[in-house]
């Protein structure tokens, strides 16, 4: 009976740890919405509550990592609970440094804006490739509540459209600065704001990664798509 009730306490506060990542992630697609729309509408006020926010996320991750260090100190977790402990820890830090690369966003947008170039670059661009990193990080965190790894594995493919928004943003750019040298500053701020975005949708697919992780006990970072895919069957 002392067993049973030790892992009925050990699951509820596990889901109380869950519930709170899962808050965390609705703080920071929030953040990545109200960036994203900052840049696109050139609105300082977005670009504000997106800065405005980054205490509280930075807050609930140390307050999260707490509470996980405290669970592994009482509970002496099995190995597949650790793994699941560790695996959440590194998702809230990536949930974190999403946080991060907003506020980056909106610091750069809020620049722009104030340089008074905004209306003169083809901000525009960036739509596609942010509405994929947060459409990418909304799966993840759904993923990562289900514990799917069938979900997981279709978000370490869809990275890779980003990845080539990315790479067709930078040709873009390099033309427009070729035909005209004056626009190289404020094109280079663009670049700035193009790699924050791309590294949403790699913190995106870290999180796929954790969820295998979980699931099969695989690390499958640095493995071929095939073999990954060999693994979850």
Known sequence: MADKHLSTQFDSELNGVSSRVMELGGMV???????????????????ERVIETEPRVNAMEI????ELSSIIARRQPTARDLRLLIAISKTTANLERVGDESTKIARMVKSIIESGSARALPCSELRIAADLASGLLRKALDAFARLDTAGALSILKEDDLIDQEFDGFVRKLVTYMMEDPRTI?????????AKAIERIGDHAKNIAEFIIYIVKGEDVRHTSMQEIESALK
Do not use: G
Request: proline content about 3%; glycine content about 0%.
């Open 63 to 66: 307050e999260i990592d707490r």
């Open 29 to 47: 697609e929030s953040q990545i919405r109200q960036a994203v729309y900052a840049l696109l509408q050139f609105d300082t006020d977005a670009a």
């Open 185 to 193: 500053s404020p094109s280079l701020d663009l670049l700035f704001l």
